[in-house]
């Protein structure tokens, strides 16, 4: 999931608003105040909580700054070196994706205990291998609103469902040795059980396929367009200066398998929890992406995934 150029004008519930966060990567003070955070431990961490783990795995919440810090360069591992997104001089000098959402938002961490990370004049630490970042709509409406409003038009369907707390789910990745089903269940099973702890009731976002080109993407975005179009309850549209069609083939010319195969893992997976989207693509330059919107409403989120994570996601809880 892509980002929106860092600190510029956001579009927030119809509006434009001027950023008022903190530059990019201040992590050692709390947003909105200028206050210096607690020495490594972020506010309201707890040192207990697991979210679950399988063997040497283990899914949790980010609990430092510096935990916070060792995702943001997990993630420039993979959206900067792997794949083709463009680093600003800031990315370069840090080694580290960062922007000023890091700051709200929580971060989920598969760690693997079994592979050791080095530690500047320290001992080793466990390696983080996989991460996800996700903002509650409490959280977001008290700074500057959802980052994918840079995207989509998010106004209509949060005016629909006023009284319901959405999470924005994003900046999801893991390293290559690491893309099996065991990281896959871990992360799905920490945002479960965020989900179930913060009372969630939808959750959206922004997936990526790789390419700037949506005429070289026609055949993934029309099936998603004509089979997996959300209804009008939950539709999204792009912004208008962003929005690129994602209707580029006839219903009757999709070959369906096909379909499926173009569209990457993650994007795979949503489906399979039974995830509708938006209206319209938007093409990210800044990250070689062009994105679609995703919404799952917790209700209608697949049966057999509750029954496998577990009603109160206690199935991998030790």
């Given at each position: 999931m892509s980002a929106p150029a860092p600190l510029s004008p956001r579009r927030l519930l119809g509006k434009i608003v001027p950023p008022r966060h903190l530059p990019i990567g201040r992590l050692d003070v709390l947003p909105g105040f200028g206050l210096p955070a607690p020495i490594g431990r972020l506010p309201g961490a707890s040192a207990e909580a697991s979210l679950g783990r399988i063997g040497s795995l283990e899914v949790r919440l980010a609990r430092t700054v510096g935990e916070v810090k060792r995702a943001q360069e997990l993630r420039y591992r993979?959206?900067?070196?792997?794949?083709?997104?463009?680093?600003?001089?800031?990315?370069?000098?840090?080694?580290?994706?960062?922007?000023?959402?890091?700051?709200?938002?929580?971060?989920?961490?598969?760690?693997?205990?079994?592979?050791?990370?080095?530690?500047?004049?320290?001992?080793?630490?466990?390696k983080i291998v996989g991460t996800y970042r996700v903002l509650r709509q409490s959280v977001a409406e008290r700074h500057d609103g959802f980052y994918s409003a840079s995207e989509y038009d998010l106004a209509p369907m949060l005016?629909?469902?006023?009284?319901?707390?959405?999470?924005?789910?994003?900046?999801?990745?893991?390293?290559?040795?690491?893309?099996?089903?065991?990281?896959?269940?871990?992360?799905?099973?920490?945002?479960?059980?965020?989900?179930?702890?913060?009372?969630?009731?939808?959750?959206?976002?922004?997936?990526?396929?790789?390419?700037?080109?949506?005429?070289?993407?026609?055949?993934?975005?029309?099936?998603?367009?004509?089979?997996?179009?959300?209804?009008?309850?939950?539709?999204?549209?792009?912004?208008?200066?962003?929005?690129?069609?994602?209707?580029?083939?006839?219903?009757?010319?999709?070959?369906?398998?096909?379909?499926?195969?173009?569209?990457?893992?993650?994007?795979?997976?949503?489906?399979?929890?039974?995830?509708?989207?938006?209206?319209?693509?938007?093409?990210d330059h800044q990250f070689g992406t062009t994105d679609v919107f995703v919404v799952m409403p917790v209700r209608q989120i697949s049966e057999r995934y509750v029954a496998f994570y577990g009603a109160d996601a206690g199935r991998r809880a030790s």
């Open positions: 993979v959206f900067y070196e792997e794949m083709s997104a463009i680093a600003d001089v800031r990315a370069l000098m840090t080694r580290r994706d960062s922007d000023a959402y890091d700051a709200i938002c929580d971060h989920i961490l598969v760690i693997d205990h079994a592979a050791a990370e080095p530690k500047p004049f320290g001992k080793a630490r466990p005016d629909r469902h006023r009284g319901l707390e959405f999470l924005e789910l994003g900046r999801s990745c893991v390293l290559p040795a690491y893309r099996g089903k065991r990281t896959v269940e871990l992360l799905w099973q920490g945002i479960w059980a965020y989900v179930l702890a913060h009372r969630i009731d939808a959750m959206f976002g922004c997936a990526s396929l790789e390419g700037t080109d949506p005429r070289r993407l026609a055949l993934p975005l029309a099936f998603l367009h004509h089979h997996c179009a959300a209804g009008p309850e939950w539709r999204v549209r792009a912004l208008a200066e962003r929005w690129a069609d994602m209707d580029r083939m006839a219903p009757e010319a999709i070959d369906p398998r096909a379909a499926i195969q173009a569209l990457p893992p993650l994007i795979k997976g949503y489906l399979r929890l039974g995830a509708k989207f938006g209206d319209g693509a938007v093409v």
